[in-house]
């Protein structure tokens, strides 16, 4: 069964890699240099992983859905394509190429939540349970038929690091249940109910910025959802650019000295640590970053 690989972040590597370490025929590799793959905050390089199986790697710098790309991977003669961690729309010209299909996956249990930022989404709205999910692409949106879907457990110690980990942990079961599956001809497919879909539409940096006027939880949703691989949540000192990477819900109730304080008041520091006022409570700022240098003193007002 020959194989066509594309993506281009962390997950992809990932993948590729239990792919290969599982026997797959992977027959090329595309995906795109760093410059062109800048926007994506968990980029990783793919050259390493293909190199270490003797396998092609294209780094292409036009739209997959550009003629050329298109006629490079016919040319390719794939049986299927996994496509793990790309934005981009794969084409109904390279739909129908390989007679198996084109594999996809989306961290959710489809059809609920499909759409953008998956991951980010699911931290933000708080969810107690997500999964992983892998389809077969179609032309609409995370709507193809299910090969394999498993969900997992959320806690609030969570963040998208953790998150990211158990996504990974989950493709590397999931690739081992279903590429053999594939290559005997006897992989699953499961319509999706696509009366039970729900979309989670694409962010934008200004939902990355904190409001110290909202309750605790939902700043504290926001910052593990950015933390790292991602951007990290932000809010504003001066006018100067401050990213939130981790944070801590309060293990004490709010002192009442500091009841009437607006929001976003750093009341108290401790080391690296800031509590800060917010719309019904505080919160405990583990790290942060001042783009523009410096410290954070108490009694500064975030989000100015």
Known sequence: MRIVFIGVVEFSRHCLYETLKNGGNVVAVLTLSKELAKFHSDYADLCDVAAQYGIPVYKIDKRIS????????????????????????????????PPLGCIGSHPTLLPRNRGRHPLVWTLVEGLEESGLTFFYLDE????????????FRITLEDDARSLYEKVKELASEAIQEFLPQLEQGIAPRTPQDHSQATYWRKRTEKDGEIDWGSPTIKIYNLVRALA??????????????????????????????VQNLEAGTVFSIAGTKLDVR?????????????????AINSGAILGT
Request: glycine share 10%; net charge negative; hydrophobic share 40%.
């Open 278 to 294: 917010t719309g019904d409570g505080h919160l405990t700022v583990l790290e942060y970053e001042c783009l523009a240098g410096g």
């Open 140 to 151: 609409g949106v995370d709507s193809g038929d299910i090969l394999w879907q498993k969900r």
């Open 228 to 257: 790292r691989p991602y951007v990290g949540a932000h809010t504003y000192l001066g006018g100067q650019k401050v990213i939130v990477w981790r944070a801590q819900l309060p293990q004490a109730p709010l002192p009442t000295e």
């Open 66 to 97: 550009h003629s050329e790309i298109v006629e490079l991977i016919r040319s390719l003669k794939p049986d299927v394509i996994f496509v793990f961690g790309w934005s981009q729309i794969i084409s109904k010209d390279i739909l129908s190429i």
